[in-house]
């Protein structure tokens, strides 16, 4: 099966400009969670969908940041305009509704390396 | 004061060593534990859940304390392939919000 598919896997972009992130997440899977991992802030959950719904989006950093789930099988992260200290790797990740907590309960994708220049 | 902290390491042992990992959390009302480990530039991927009783998988021992808030991850005779940062994580009321920590770095060497 399937995991979760993020991409891009790396982008490089320069400082202003408009950065789109986008996430499948495993089939059926009603939660969504976009996070973010830095050297300095480790990983932070920015924001998570439940059902296609923004659930909590007080992890976004600012209004530069936007996160949309337009269907159960795709979802955008956008920042816009970038700027270096965005740089980072962007984890999505998904997982099903009323999980066991012993279960594999939180899937990650790979990530998707981003660098601001 | 951080949702959830860990001690950053690296924790530098020799093959066959036990090694001991500790987290505390802010939030009394978290419900759900768990650690998870992440490969040098790999996602994290669940290693075990926390319960209240303790519970081991093989090498490895969790242990929960509700009362001190706090966690801990046991793994005894440590193997080179252990070598990983090992994050804490706390589910935030219920709300399938995980918390993670950042992270503990484990190198085992020969």
């Known amino acids: 099966d399937a995991g979760v598919i993020q991409s891009p896997r790396h982008e490089v972009t320069e400082m202003g400009q408009e950065v789109t992130l986008r996430c499948k997440p495993i089939s059926g899977h009603d939660y969504l969670f976009w996070y973010r991992q830095t050297m300095m802030r480790g990983l932070e959950l920015l924001i998570y969908f439940n059902n296609n719904v923004p659930i909590d989006d007080s992890g976004m950093p600012e209004d530069r940041f936007s996160a949309k789930m337009p269907n159960a099988s795709f979802s955008t992260l956008k920042i816009q305009p970038s700027e270096p200290r965005d740089s980072a790797v962007y984890f999505c990740?998904?997982?099903?509704?009323?999980?066991?907590?012993?279960?594999?309960?939180?899937?990650f994708g790979e990530g998707s390396w981003l660098t601001v220049v | 004061r951080k949702e959830v902290e860990q001690d950053p390491g690296p924790f530098n042992v020799p093959e066959g060593a036990t090694v001991a990992f500790n987290c505390t959390y802010s939030n009394s009302a978290s419900q759900s534990f768990f650690w998870y480990r992440q490969d040098c530039r790999k996602e994290p991927k669940l290693l075990m859940s926390?319960?209240?009783s303790g519970n081991e998988d093989g090498r490895f021992t969790a242990q929960l304390n509700r009362a001190s808030q706090y966690i801990s991850l046991l793994i005894r005779d440590s193997k080179l392939s252990d070598s990983a940062t090992y994050l804490c994580?706390?589910?935030?009321?219920?709300?399938?919000?995980?918390?993670f920590g950042s992270g503990t770095r484990l190198l085992v060497r020969p």
């Open positions: 926390v319960y209240s």
């Open positions: 994580v706390v589910e935030m009321d219920s709300s399938y919000k995980l918390i």
């Open positions: 990740a998904s997982s099903p509704v009323g999980w066991d907590p012993s279960g594999n309960t939180i899937y």
